[in-house]
């Protein structure tokens, strides 16, 4: 049958004989990771390595990447929200985690109870911790804006927040335990600045009587270029998943490995004619008669629409152009392709393997390898190997 019959009969695309094919699937290479998470720990050292999972730890899955991230040396985890750090200890991990994103509606009582350090930016953070009606005093990290300006007190506000965090402890409903700040990465200028006001922060604290068991600024960037900064932590976050935060050398140029794979099956191979038409639901412009192959993966599981245009999917060994793309499904140029229905296509996946990389894919959509990882929909499985 051709694809014009194909579209003649089933223009919608819901053949249901296509029910049974499978869809885009993310494989997410635990021993990839694994090795990622190791180089981390190794060029941070003696800092340890307080990985950041947030984000479903970037969409890899947030409880497989945080038990494999504490195989391979990381001794902490920092999870954004309380209620994510509230799942990793109901799995039973027992390490210290640290959140610092809170709405008024943050449980800081499971979070003193369950041993989930808290980062705080704010006098209201304090006195919310203060009127928890928790058993225990709860473990925080009090935050100082180092130029980020996302959250954190300013140079200003910080005399306040350190007095009352000390007053608050001196009445046992909390203890200070650290001192943290978030680098902007917009330069190592701007990072060599915030360094020096995190220092001079830290310095005014303990000229208030504030003593710091931890200290932590580093994230990425920083953590693998900025060696002063590492302090006793490193929030190592997207190197841990292969991608570079530096704009001169990609997650390879690290040493790094991606283990996320997401791939999609074909569905369909059809030879179609010039012209406008519609394969598979998919509308198509075609100036020459061409093969396309209907593919299994659409923007409704995270393919970024605007990298479409110009990037490109592993299909037969070769790096073919996307001609068009909907909601569950794309189509793809498979001229001069021996390919068939339930041959893989590899969206983005390992550089090592020859396969366009979220890298890649980020600089096609003007945006940034973590999120295009990040973004992969939550209805695509996530299959772990090694
Ligand atoms: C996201 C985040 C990290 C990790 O950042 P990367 O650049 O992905 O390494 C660390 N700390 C905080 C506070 C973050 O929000």
Do not use: C
């Not at 007053?167 to 360094?195: K, P, R």
């Not at 598979?280 to 599981?301: C, I, K, T």
Request: hydrophobic share 50%; proline share 4%.
């Amino acid at each position: 049958m051709t694809s014009t019959d194909l579209n003649r009969h089933d223009p919608a695309g819901t053949d249901p004989a296509e029910a049974h094919l499978d869809a885009a699937v993310a494989t997410v290479d635990l021993a990839a990771f694994r090795r990622n998470v190791e180089l981390l720990v190794a060029t941070a050292a003696p800092a340890e390595v307080m990985l950041a999972v947030k984000a479903n730890a970037y969409g890899h899955g947030m409880l497989p990447i945080s038990l494999t991230a504490l195989e391979a040396g990381a001794t902490a985890l920092a999870v954004l929200e309380v209620s994510a750090g509230l799942e990793l200890r109901a799995a039973g991990i027992g390490v210290p985690l640290f959140a610092w994103l809170h709405g008024r509606d943050t449980d800081f009582k499971a979070a003193a109870e369950s041993k989930i350090d808290v980062g705080v930016s704010a006098v209201w953070q304090l006195e919310a911790i203060a009127k928890s009606g928790a058993r225990v005093p709860a473990r925080v990290h009090l935050k100082i804006d180092t130029g980020l300006s996302r959250n954190g007190a300013s140079a200003e506000d910080w005399p306040e927040l350190v007095t009352t965090a000390l007053h608050l402890e001196s009445q046992g409903f909390l203890e200070v335990y650290g001192a943290w700040s978030h680098l902007a990465d917009a330069s190592t200028s701007d990072d060599e600045i915030a360094l020096a006001k995190f220092t001079i922060a830290v310095e005014v604290a303990e000229s208030l009587g504030a003593t710091f068991e931890k200290l932590h600024l580093a994230a990425s960037s920083a953590g693998l270029r900025m060696p002063k900064a590492r302090f006793d932590y490193v929030r190592f976050g997207i190197a841990a998943f292969g991608i570079s935060p530096f704009d001169d050398v990609d997650g390879q140029g690290l040493g790094l490995e991606a283990p996320m794979t997401l791939s999609a099956p074909v569905i369909a191979v059809s030879d179609l004619d010039a012209g406008h038409g519609w394969f598979g639901g998919l509308e198509y412009d075609l100036a020459e008669p061409a093969r396309l192959a209907l593919v299994a993966a659409g923007f409704g599981d995270g393919v970024q629409s605007p990298a479409a245009d110009t990037a490109e999917v592993l299909l037969g060994g070769e790096r073919r152009r996307i001609v068009s793309l909907g909601v569950d499904r794309m189509l793809v140029d498979a001229d001069d392709l021996t390919v068939a229905a339930g041959d893989t296509v590899v969206l983005f996946g390992s550089a090592e393997r020859g396969e366009p990389t979220a890298e890649q894919w980020a600089a096609h959509a003007d945006s940034i390898g973590d999120e295009i990882v990040s973004s992969v929909a939550p209805r695509v499985p996530r299959r772990y190997i090694n």
